[in-house]
């Protein structure tokens, strides 16, 4: 069974900063691609950022050169910093991973407004 815990949404004017972590249970970690989705009231879950078990990074048009996606094996954590907010970026903030089948945990919300 694998556990996907994230935490670090939050409240923040437009250009600001927040980090997000996802926590994951399990020894097989560092062995799958990790991914970032988030869902805005009204609209599709999204695919923000990916990044593989080598490292290798992938980000959606809207946030590239804004977020950055990375993860610590030794942790089984995996990162989100998230740069030049806008107001945009709201949605509640989802960890991904799929083993068999798709693993997600509970969400955060990440509000950007002044």
């Known amino acids: 069974q694998v556990q996907l815990v994230e935490s670090g949404g939050g409240l923040v004017q437009p250009g600001g900063s927040l980090r997000l972590s996802c926590a994951a249970s399990g020894s097989i970690f560092s062995f799958y691609r990790m991914n970032w989705y988030r869902q805005a009231p009204g609209k599709q879950r999204e695919l923000v950022a990916t990044?593989?078990?080598?490292?290798?990074?992938n980000y959606a048009d809207s946030v590239k050169g804004r977020f950055t996606i990375s993860r610590d094996n030794a942790k089984n954590t995996v990162y989100l910093q998230m740069n030049s907010l806008k107001p945009e970026d709201t949605a509640v903030y989802y960890c991904?991973?799929?083993?068999?089948?798709?693993?997600w945990g509970q969400g955060t919300q990440v509000t950007i407004s002044s």
């Open positions: 990044i593989t078990s080598g490292g290798r990074t």
């Open positions: 991904n991973v799929a083993i068999g089948r798709d693993y």
